[in-house]
């Protein structure tokens, strides 16, 4: 496809949150003393325009003139991202109790996989997901580079006179960015802005990830950006080939099993019962997949350590670990509960056409 970005930024992200987490959560002190005494907010340039969107979904295509005088928070995301994902509740709920006051959210669709280019696709995510402010399709990635934005997700707080006053890059800071968002409303002279911070709790695969207990990666399957592939003789490019699991995988090793094209951005399997194996540790598995031709259903089950997930499955799994491929997007297949170890997850598709791009945790 044509995204031709760094395509490591919500790894590096994630990680540099995991790093942080502890300060996170100990933020609302600082938020409201913040909100007190304001925070500096020097500009960042001016608000690029956004005229490179290919379409637009709940609105009408919007200019930057016609968004002078309101309060702006562009968000950068692509919807099978699940660090996309976790920051939408907060999204959601912002463009609803600031809107009176002059607040609008404008959500910037980038692709990275090619799925993720289909108008149709991101409508369903839009629908599925409850988004109503407008969102920009950015295929050509024009007002990602106008922004010479790097990161998923990424917001962009611009003042009424069309500055960029604030960012923030990747998940989390949320209570400082209402604090962004209400003092840019005050700065604009709107009037009974509501100080305390939102309440706001994602849940299924919306909720706040388990950082303390997260130790694995996001993990590509394509042979483009795999790493720590273990099945023998590594990932064969662009050819059908029989691949075996071993016995025994590292923490954070993944293998395929069965008849499988690894392609620069996927691993397609071409006939029935093939697996992927990996070792994790975290409390929630994600895979982002989908069947290779449209309109058709690939049946999978999956376990944890040899067997069904019971409790521990995803919103995407019944207790006995099984579950369909229907469309192009992240699926969750494990939710665990505390201790969080080591656990070995397999998935094996009953059906041949599925295409396996991505694994992430939570």
């Known amino acids: 496809m044509s995204l031709e970005i760094s395509l490591d930024r919500r790894r590096f992200l994630a990680n540099a949150v995991m790093t942080v987490s502890?300060?996170?959560f100990g933020i609302a002190g600082c938020a409201n003393a913040e909100s007190a005494a304001?925070?500096?907010l020097?500009?960042?340039?001016e608000f690029p325009p956004l005229s490179g969107a290919t379409g637009w979904l709940n609105a009408q295509p919007l200019a930057v003139r016609s968004l002078r005088g309101s309060v702006v928070?562009?968000?950068f995301w692509t919807f099978s991202c699940i660090n996309s994902i976790r920051v939408l509740p907060y999204l959601r709920v912002w463009a609803s109790k600031y809107k009176s006051q002059g607040l609008v959210v404008i959500g910037v669709q980038a692709p990275e996989f090619e799925f993720e280019e289909s108008v149709d696709n991101v409508r369903w995510a839009v629908k599925d997901r409850m988004i109503e402010y407008p969102i920009a399709i950015d295929n050509d990635l024009a007002i990602w580079h106008a922004f010479k934005n790097e990161y998923w997700p990424a917001l962009y707080f611009i003042d009424a006179q069309g500055h960029i006053r604030h960012h923030q890059f990747g998940?989390?800071?949320?209570?400082r960015s209402e604090v962004v968002i209400q003092q840019l409303l005050a700065e604009a002279?709107?009037?009974g802005i509501d100080h305390d911070s939102a309440n706001v709790e994602g849940v299924g695969i919306e909720a706040a990830p388990d950082w303390a207990d997260l130790r694995s990666p996001e993990s590509y399957v394509g042979y483009d950006r795999a790493e720590n592939f273990a099945s023998p003789g590594g990932e064969v490019s662009d050819k059908r080939h029989i691949y075996d699991c071993p016995l025994t995988l590292k923490l954070n090793h993944w293998a395929l099993s069965g008849d499988w094209t690894a392609k620069k951005q996927l691993a397609l399997l071409n006939s029935p019962n093939g697996r992927i194996a990996y070792r994790f540790h975290a409390r929630d598995l994600h895979l982002i997949m989908g069947p290779s031709a449209p309109g058709t259903t690939v049946h999978f089950?999956?376990?944890i350590d040899g067997q069904p997930p019971g409790t521990a499955r995803g919103v995407d799994v019944d207790g006995q670990g099984k579950g369909t491929v229907t469309q192009q997007r992240l699926y969750q297949l494990i939710r665990q509960q505390q201790p969080i170890v080591d656990r070995q997850f397999e998935i094996e598709f009953l059906d041949a056409g599925v295409e396996a791009f991505d694994f992430t945790f939570g």
Not at 42 to 45: A, K, Q, T
Not at 171 to 175: K, N, P
């Open 22 to 24: 502890a300060a996170q």
């Open 38 to 40: 304001g925070i500096r």
């Open 171 to 175: 998940e989390g800071e949320y209570e």
């Open 73 to 75: 928070l562009v968000n």
């Open 42 to 45: 020097p500009s960042e340039g």
């Open 301 to 303: 089950r999956v376990t």
């Open 189 to 191: 002279g709107a009037q």
